[in-house]
């Protein structure tokens, strides 16, 4: 019986260094032989956000003892590795670059084939790493820097169905969290504040709700909510306008993921598809329930990674080179990292204010 193929992935677009090993079963779905994330929170928190450098000489400092820890938790032999993947965009230049050049020497050495892989597929692909999914099949992707409804036709097929045309939604929630006294990184302690409000107590804007089909927009949420920001003096004030919040996007993601599912069923014919949801974001709770609920209503099957798997790591990186390995889609030594590395090529085009709604 021939060996399954074992991909070693590498993640560093960010304030993550990551490296997993993953191995393709019969069952098909991947066996994750070791999935290891290092975050960097306690160096960024004190500037209130990423600073590349600062991330990027972290990655050269840790990069080496992250992969050696989650080769010796894989229990794997070098040899018996398959492929290297490494993430080759989007993200921060500075830090793409060290896990992509790690990632290629590796592959040198070992004489294997070197994959670069789209942090975003990477982000799409990963309920793949415990769930059955067929293609097509509708995805909503909300990370720090993106938030895009997606028609995932095949490997590397997209289509763009909507977009942010101003901020992402983990980036809204960051930002708001600062406004709010919350300390880096705010989107998941934002969620746990807003608990302790009543979310009625605030009424905000929705932006673009009733049109421009499912593109979304949170930049003037931003605005009210630094108005009233002015205003407030009580800490049980702050905790109703992070809880109205909370119950804003809620209800915008409600409304925005109808239209993206009419919007999907125009191009894509089955009765029942899944509906993936994936990125950062994901792993809110209140998103959560209001995505399931949406799902149910419109015959759509949710699903959600893991919550391990929701932010960035390298299992998701690894599941996108495996995928790649089996399709023989390899790069050559020379690949380049990309800063706005695009899923669908529409995507250029959309990002920022140049978009129709
Ligand atoms: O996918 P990710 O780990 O990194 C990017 O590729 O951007 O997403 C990070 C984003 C951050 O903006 C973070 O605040 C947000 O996801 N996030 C959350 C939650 N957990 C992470 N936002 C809201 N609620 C959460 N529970
Ligand atoms: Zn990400």
């Known amino acids: 019986m021939t060996e399954k193929p074992i991909i ?15 191995q393709d ?4 779905i991947p066996k994750i032989l070791s999935n290891i994330v290092s975050s960097q929170f306690d160096i960024h928190t004190e500037f209130g956000g990423v600073v590349p450098e600062l991330a990027a000489r972290s990655h050269v400092e840790k990069i080496d003892l992250i992969a050696k820890k989650a080769i010796k938790e894989s229990e794997v032999n070098l040899d018996k590795v398959s492929a290297i993947a490494a993430t080759a965009g989007p993200g921060l230049i500075v830090c793409l670059t060290v896990g992509l050049s790690f990632g290629k020497a590796l592959a040198s050495s070992l ?12 982000h799409a692909l ?13 995805l909503l992707l909300i990370s720090g820097g993106h938030s895009q409804y997606l028609s ?13 045309i101003d901020d992402a939604l983990g980036e809204a929630f960051d930002k708001i969290a600062k406004l709010l006294g919350i300390e880096f990184p705010g ?9 302790k409000g009543d979310s009625h107590k605030f009424e905000l804007p929705k932006p ?8 979304l927009s949170f930049a003037g949420l931003k605005t009210a909510i630094l108005r009233i920001t002015q205003k407030i003096k009580t800490e049980q004030e702050k905790f109703d306008l992070a809880a109205s919040f909370q119950k804003t996007i809620e209800e915008i993601l409600y409304i925005k993921t109808k239209v993206a ?13 899944s509906f993936v949801v994936a990125g950062g974001v994901a792993a809110n709770k209140g998103i959560r329930e209001i995505l399931i609920k949406v799902s149910k209503e419109n015959n759509f099957d949710p699903i959600f990674p893991d919550l391990k798997l929701c932010g960035d790591n390298a299992a998701m990186i690894a599941m996108v080179g495996l995928e790649k390995f089996k399709a023989k889609k390899f790069d050559s030594l020379d690949l380049p990292a990309n800063p706005r590395l695009p899923l669908d090529e529409n995507a250029k085009f959309l990002k920022g204010a140049g978009v129709k709604i």
């Open 187 to 195: 989107g998941p302690k934002l969620e746990k504040f807003a608990k």
């Open 8 to 22: 070693l992935g590498i993640e560093t677009s960010c304030d993550e260094t990551a490296v997993s090993l993953i």
């Open 261 to 273: 599912f009419e919007e999907f069923r125009k191009i894509n014919s089955q009765d029942k598809s």
């Open 25 to 28: 079963s019969n069952s098909g």
């Open 152 to 164: 995932v036709n095949g490997l590397g097929d997209y289509k763009r169905l909507g977009t942010t």
């Open 126 to 138: 990963s309920p793949k790493l415990h769930s059955k999914l067929e293609y097509p099949y509708l």
């Open 111 to 122: 004489d294997i084939p070197f994959i670069g892989v789209n942090h975003l597929e990477g």
């Open 208 to 215: 673009i709700i009733n049109k421009g089909g499912c593109n």
